[in-house]
């Protein structure tokens, strides 16, 4: 097959730049994908960076994708050419542990194969993700993108649409609860989206006070701004769930106090360095802090379901890829309103 035109960092914190991958030939039950729109999560940001460790270059980031069927190998029955489709941050997994088995297949006991910066279940084949023209994924990874849904602002449904969707079902938010998204960015912005098209009343908790009109504009019913200790006083104890989205240190024990007796904090937002808990902020009220990671193939194409259903799609500021490294500087100062999303025609242009 030939060379794939992508993007790459070629080591840790350089800026990405033109690369090109081998994609295999697709297999019986291979899909390949026309990489239309890849968005741009911050998870992205945080493995350019290796800010977590680990990470492997070349690497060519990406796992927010949505393309069209190119072709389909001769056992793929559930998708067609033609198909709009999604990857998200998983192509393959082992299929016979017990955590694939109950669709968790992000914990699978084998090492699930991320869509970058891993490899796959050979352990020797490198995976590259989405910033680049084309992909060849498993049928059983591949969404489908149902009817209605805008491609380019589907795309971020696939990390910060599952991402938020998956705790909110997990902790049951419902008509009337009480939820908090911490943190305004391209996952908060899904969570309120989600929670509210749940039914769910949503305050965000956000370090900036510009983003309050597009809070209620997506559906808060209450904004606060986390620098004003006030805020912390009018809401502490209210709230039954919180969602935390935030990328970078911040101090979840003030946070914990906003959670009403038996309310459950979420985290969802990877900063870099451990923060410390105090035991008293989880004693006083039977709080619970917990974590989520992403979401399962099955509830991927449920939330995808949702969406379509609630006609929710992620605000996106549409870019090519020349000004990829422009886009993480914008996000890393909070300069996006809320995902941008790649226009992978733009890699025809060089
Ligand atoms: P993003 O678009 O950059 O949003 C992060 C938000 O955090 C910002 O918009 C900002 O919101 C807030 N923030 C940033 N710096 C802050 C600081 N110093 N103090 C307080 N708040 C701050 O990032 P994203 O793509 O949504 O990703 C968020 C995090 O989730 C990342 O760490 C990412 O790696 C992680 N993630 C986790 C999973 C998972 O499976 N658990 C999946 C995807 C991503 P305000 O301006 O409103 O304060
Ligand atoms: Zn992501
Ligand atoms: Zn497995």
């Known amino acids: 097959m030939p060379s794939t035109p ?3 960092a070629p080591a840790a914190g350089k800026p990405l730049a033109p690369f090109s991958v081998e994609r295999r030939d697709p297999g019986p039950r291979d899909v390949e994908i026309d990489i239309l729109f890849c968005g741009i999560c911050h998870t992205d940001i945080h493995q350019v960076r290796d800010e977590w460790g680990g990470s492997t270059f070349p690497m060519v980031p990406g796992h927010e994708i949505v393309g069209r069927v190119r072709q389909v190998g001769k056992e793929v029955t559930r998708l067609d050419i ?7 941050c ?3 997994s082992c299929r016979a542990c017990e955590p694939c088995r109950h669709g968790t297949e992000q914990f699978c006991e084998q090492g699930v194969a991320w869509t970058y910066g ?3 279940m050979d352990r020797k084949t490198v995976t590259q993700g989405g910033y680049s023209s084309r992909i060849v994924v498993d ?3 591949v969404l489908q993108v149902p009817a209605g849904l805008d491609p380019a602002g589907a795309a971020p449904l696939l990390c910060a649409g599952i991402t938020t969707y998956s705790p909110l079902r997990q902790w049951g938010a419902k008509r009337g609860d009480r939820v908090g998204v911490v943190g305004l960015g391209g996952l908060g912005h899904m969570a309120l989206k989600l929670a509210a098209a749940m039914g769910a009343e949503v305050t965000v908790l956000s370090t900036s006070r510009a983003k309050e009109a597009d809070a209620r504009r997506l559906g808060a019913a209450g904004f606060e701004v986390t620098g004003d200790d006030a805020a912390f006083r009018k809401m502490a104890g209210r709230l039954d769930l919180m969602i935390d989205t935030v990328s970078a240190p911040h101090d979840y024990n003030r946070y914990l106090g906003l959670l009403r007796p038996h309310g459950t904090m979420v985290l969802v937002g990877v900063p870099p360095e451990p923060a410390p808990v105090a035991a008293g902020a989880l004693i006083g009220g039977n709080r619970r802090l ?3 990671l992403i979401g399962g193939i099955a509830e991927t194409q449920a939330m995808l379901d949702f969406c379509a259903q609630h006609r929710i799609v992620a605000d996106v500021e ?3 890829i020349q000004q990829v490294n422009q886009a993480y500087e914008r996000m890393l100062k909070g300069d996006v309103r809320f995902r941008f999303a790649i226009d992978m025609a733009s890699l025809k242009q060089g």
Not at 82 to 88: A, M
């Open 139 to 141: 049928q059983k990874f």
């Open 290 to 292: 917990a974590g989520s």
């Open 6 to 8: 992508a993007y790459a």
């Open 118 to 120: 891993s490899t796959l």
């Open 82 to 88: 033609g198909d709009l489709v999604g990857v998200g």
């Open 318 to 320: 549409v870019i090519p």
């Open 90 to 92: 998983m192509v393959d």
